[in-house]
């Protein structure tokens, strides 16, 4: 009852501050304008995108998450009440191909204001293992969207949108300038250690829940073999556990990664099927239960190191 009773006025609070906003005519900001008290207002579709809104953005900027902590985003629903912030904000911050709920509210409610980051850097082709998506969940692209996992793709978003961000609000840009540079140097130590981490390793292939870490494998000379598709619900169908298992036996796999948010079933079984053992990768679709997407990605650095027998 008091979960409820919570809830109930957390969505009045929200009807309220909705209404008072579109109503306040002179007074309040403007529909668009996405101003809040002189921060500009952002709104961020999933946790890397809040990540590099909030470091970049800094003091002059509000930013408002539409995924919460611990929820995987892919199948994200919006409500009415995150809709009409979408149709104010001043920057939509989104990575399109990941949420085709956050796609079609930019798309209808906030085309001139949206940061898509899949546009900004090149794009790799859907993976060829576990493409399949059994539970027939659209993805209208035809590239694999999880540009965040190659620190250097972020870096170059996070580029992007201290420009973007200086282009929309003159008066701050140096701080937005110089917070997008103070990122890029973190993501490109952050690449360092990686490169260094995974190149002299005894096996370079990595058996995943879910397709996320394309761009990873891409970056540092990987092979990914993905036991689902793009979507980490989907339930691979037993010739798919199949197929992997004797992949994984003739790469002498040693571990099979599960992931923060979906049960790792699928790989506790494959794992006793060929004798592994499994590890946890974050693919830092949401916010880490303890820390940021930097000490995400050292702690999947470290996973990959002792799966992968890196010296
Ligand atoms: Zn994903």
Redesign the pocket.
């Known amino acids: 009852m008091h979960v409820r009773t919570a809830r109930l006025l957390t969505a009045l609070t929200a009807v309220l501050t909705v209404t008072t906003a579109c109503g306040s005519g002179q007074a309040g900001p403007a529909p668009g304008t996405g101003a809040q008290g002189g921060r500009t207002d952002i709104t961020a579709a999933m946790y890397p995108l809040q990540w590099l809104a909030e470091r970049i953005g800094g003091p002059d900027t509000a930013v408002t998450a539409l995924t919460k902590p611990g929820v995987e985003p ?1 199948d994200l629903e919006l409500s009415p009440v995150q809709i009409a912030g979408i149709e104010r904000t001043g920057l939509v911050v989104y990575v399109k191909g ?1 949420q085709p709920a956050v796609d079609e509210a930019v798309e209808q409610h906030a085309a001139d204001r949206g940061f898509d980051a899949a546009a900004l850097v090149k794009t790799l082709p859907l993976s060829d293992d576990g493409e399949e998506d059994e539970e027939g969940h659209a993805h209208d692209t035809s590239y694999d969207p ?1 540009v965040w996992l190659d620190p250097t793709r972020m870096a170059a978003i996070a580029t992007k949108l201290g420009d973007r961000l200086a282009e929309a609000d003159p008066a701050h840009a140096k701080g937005y300038r110089d917070r997008a540079a103070a990122t890029v140097a973190d993501l490109t130590t952050l690449d360092g250690e990686m490169s260094r981490g995974l190149s002299t390793c005894s096996s370079r292939a990595i058996v995943t829940s ?1 397709a ?1 870490f394309g761009y990873l494998a891409d970056r540092y000379k990987l092979r990914q073999i993905g036991i689902t598709g ?3 619900e989907a339930e691979p169908s037993p010739a798919r556990l199949a197929e992997v298992a004797n992949v994984a036996k003739q790469e002498k796999v040693t571990t099979i990664f599960s992931e923060t948010l979906v049960s790792p079933k699928v790989a506790e079984v494959l794992s006793r099927e060929i004798g592994a053992r499994t590890a946890v990768l974050d ?1 830092v ?1 949401s916010q880490p239960a303890n820390g940021d997407y930097l000490s995400a990605m050292r702690q999947n650095l470290s996973a990959l190191k002792t799966a992968l027998g890196c010296s």
């Open positions: 892919h990941v999880h879910h996320a793009l979507d980490p693919p679709e």
